[in-house]
Nanobody
């Protein structure tokens, strides 16, 4: 049974930083892309960043230059380094991994507030 376990969320002041991680366990198979999404209250879930097996990545315009996605294939883990956080970054963040199937994490809350 495949599980994705996220960690690193929390409360941070504007301008602060957080580093999210998402580790996969179980027989996930060969991993293609890995990504982070977020969903703010009363808004649709949106793609934040995605990284492919080649190492190339793309980002939502709203986070470019502030967030960095990375992956460790040996650990089956994807990271999201978030810097210069803004109140509008407040959301539940979900990881998504494309392996044998399409897998989602349970979500981790990120709150940016003074």
């Amino acid at each position: 049974q495949v599980q994705l376990v996220e960690s690193g969320g929390g409360l941070v002041q504007p301008g602060g930083s957080l580093n999210l991680s998402c580790a996969a366990s179980g027989s996930i198979g060969s991993i293609n892309a890995m990504a982070w999404y977020r969903q703010a209250p009363e808004k649709q879930r949106e793609l934040v960043a995605r990284i492919f097996s080649s190492g190339s990545a793309n980002y939502a315009d709203s986070v470019k230059g502030r967030f960095t996605i990375s992956r460790d294939n040996a650990k089956k883990t994807v990271y999201l380094q978030m810097n210069s956080l803004k109140p509008e970054d407040t959301a539940v963040y979900y990881c998504r991994i494309w392996g044998l199937q399409d897998y989602w994490g349970q979500g981790t809350q990120v709150t940016v507030s003074s």
